[in-house]
């Protein structure tokens, strides 16, 4: 993991490896960033020459390879391009702190003047952005490698800088929570358990100064969570549910409760997916990794809210003893559905864990999960629904996905759609209709929410993963949903400062 610091000395003058500068979309070479009119002078013009004839543009993301060499200086400057002046914003710098820490893999320090690229940002949340950037662009998942080769970046300098030390702890911070989602949502499910994780989420809160409590399958069965255990039924590996909470130190204002969805491994159960479709089905647990994830980063970030999570995390299985099509299961708060679908599992463990977050009066409930398919057929791989009973929880979410650099849209609960999921011979039945699933598996959710709390569900069935290394995500497990919870809940103690 690299290290990140400040420096007030000439940029040029600090001992790295590379240098890495901005510059800007279609500008002219003597007015790209900080450090670059520097390196064009001592090298009497080499560099914009040198970016004139590769016809450099500075679109975002193009890099150049400057080779230059004075002593006690950078031998190589890496010149990222930021696109339009007036485009940038933390977000964009994400993108350019990932390309600087991908290219910088071979590297084991760098200098950059990128935090100071002349935008409308301020210095420390351009820091914090960058850093935020290069944390999760230089993501690399090598565990199962034979021959691993990790990246050598072990520091970013900030040139010229003034010390931004706490954007640099709140960029890490952020960063090594997301970092932690995405090994947990890439470890291959057959190396993994429900009892396995918990473990892992009982370690983790030891660390962040989080309570814990896990619940064994008689404790499941105790506390009349019929759907975790009913979706449990099939595996050998018996479910987990895991509670976390913390409490900030001084006054709490508002208490919150999180839920993730965390199946470890969904087959689909009796009703088997087919082949192609459980490829990536160790992904499914996102939601609760996400949950946990940012559970971990509260203390550091100082939030003021009481926050508590619940997480069940089950195996979908198909065997002897798995629910079957047909069969009935009851949740904690005594309504029942008919299973027709056991691939609908997620609605099932999730409905026990908002009744548990509603029996706590919360403020706000927010849960996450990679719920439908049809989730991603409405909104692709890189936006997550919202569905939400309140609309300035759903705004407020929107607004701090936004800050936070990932992508949401607000999908509708309507009323009449409920008929799809009314049953034969129970309260309701686990599937609607063939289209708007995204929307029947949120009105299902919906029944579990008590006195109108105010509650937000977010489908992130399609950012979960992503297909391609792009910017700060890298292909696999992106650890979605962190970014944007920690954003909304660091805000949470925000208004209620002002
Ligand atoms: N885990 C899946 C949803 C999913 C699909 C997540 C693709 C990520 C990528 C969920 O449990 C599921 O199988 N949902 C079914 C529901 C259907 C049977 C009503 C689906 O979306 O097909
Ligand atoms: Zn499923
Ligand atoms: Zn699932």
Redesign the pocket.
Known sequence: MPTFACSMEDPLEIQADALAIACFKDEDSYSLGPGASEVDDASEGGLSAFLDRLKYKGEKGEVALFPFSLEGRSDLVIVIGVGEREKVNPQVLREVGATLARRSKKFNSVVTTIHDSGAEVATADAVRAVVEGVMLGGYEFLKYRREPEPSDLSAVIFGGCEPCNEAIAYGTAVGSAVNWARDLVNEPAGRQSPAKIAETIKALSKDAGLSCEVWDSKRILKEKLGGVSGVGAGSVNEPRLVKLEYKPSGGVESKICLVG?G?VF?S?GL?L?PAE?ME??K??M?GAAAVAAAMSALSNLDVRAHVIAFMPFVE?MPSGSATKPGDVLQFRNGKTAEVL?T?????LILADALVLASDEEPAAIVDL????????VALGYKIFGVMSNDDDLAGDLLVAADEAGERGWRLPLPADYKKQIESEIADMK???SRYG??L??GLFLEEFIADDIPWAHLDI??P??SEADEYELPKGGTGVGVRTLLTWLVGIGEKVAD
């Open positions: 969805k199946v969904d689909g009703s997916k479709a990536t089905m992904t499914d996102s979908n679908n691939d609908a599992e997620g609605r999960a990679t719920l439908t398919g049809a989730c991603m686990n599937i609607g699933g995204a029947t598996a069935a399609g979960a993963r």
